[in-house]
């Protein structure tokens, strides 16, 4: 039999997945609700409360949203749809797949990753995909157990003992963070002006960004704040097309 990324069995098995991730949350939605009402919280509050989650959901929804079409034209809708559905974030998984893909690359598995499509991927590359977007997120977790607790303490010690340089470390790891994903904008600048193409996508999508700031600070649209990353991920994604065709 024929290897599909969009088989109905692989849909059965992400459904499967992602409806006990949804009961998870509608048992700790309850939960959270008889302890309000233990602890007296008015009804209304708690509805507001409510409602106004749900609300804030929206605009990252989109986002996610963005991400699962950008990654369904290479590995099917099912993948996507339960990567980004629960545990991981969108940076994350695009990053990887796409890092996967050049692995094929340098292995000289294919020529370009615009080979691997949807329709052409085969089941070895589909695995391999799927674990280094999986695994990842895993080892993840399990460190959480181990370690989130005395990476807490830690801070909390370096705060108490200097407040300056507490808040400089926190900044160098997020700049880190930050550094990590600028290289895979910049790796291929010096291919030529095609190379650059990220980079342009990276510097109009920013200022998309900047624009959603203004709009805030000046005329005061508090609501999108909530909207801005993704208008600026559907701008960078929209304005990569015509970039790519003129430069490539």
């Not at 008889?34 to 509050?45: F, G, H, M, N, V």
């Not at 990220?198 to 960004?209: I, K, N, R």
């Amino acid at each position: 039999m024929a290897f599909s990324s969009n088989s109905p069995i692989l849909y059965l098995l992400a459904g499967a997945i992602i409806l006990f991730v949804v009961a998870q949350s509608i048992f700790f939605l309850v939960r959270a609700i008889r302890r309000a009402r233990i602890l007296k919280i008015p009804p209304d509050k708690i509805r507001k409360t409510i409602a106004n989650a749900a609300v804030f959901t929206v605009a990252p929804a989109v986002a996610i949203l963005i991400g699962v079409i950008a990654l369904a034209g290479k590995l099917g809708s099912a993948l996507p749809w339960l990567r980004l559905s629960i545990i991981g974030a969108l940076t994350y998984e695009t990053a990887a797949a796409a890092n996967a893909m050049e692995g094929f690359v340098k292995t000289g598995q294919i020529a370009s990753v615009s080979e691997i499509t949807a329709a052409s991927i085969t089941a070895g590359q589909f695995v391999t995909i799927t674990a280094v977007m999986s695994v990842c997120v895993v080892g993840g977790l399990v460190l959480s157990l181990f370690l989130v607790e005395k990476y807490k303490q830690g801070l909390s010690r370096v705060g108490t003992r200097d407040p300056h340089w507490s808040k400089i470390l926190m900044s160098a790891l997020f700049l880190g963070m930050i550094a990590t994903f600028l290289g895979m904008v910049f790796k291929d600048i010096s291919l030529g002006l095609a190379g650059w193409i990220p980079v342009f996508v990276m510097a109009l999508s920013a200022l998309v960004m900047v624009g959603c700031g203004l709009l805030v600070k000046k005329l005061k649209w508090t609501w999108l704040n909530e909207y801005a990353l993704p208008i600026s991920m559907v701008a960078g994604m929209v304005l990569a097309v015509p970039l790519t065709r003129w430069l490539s």
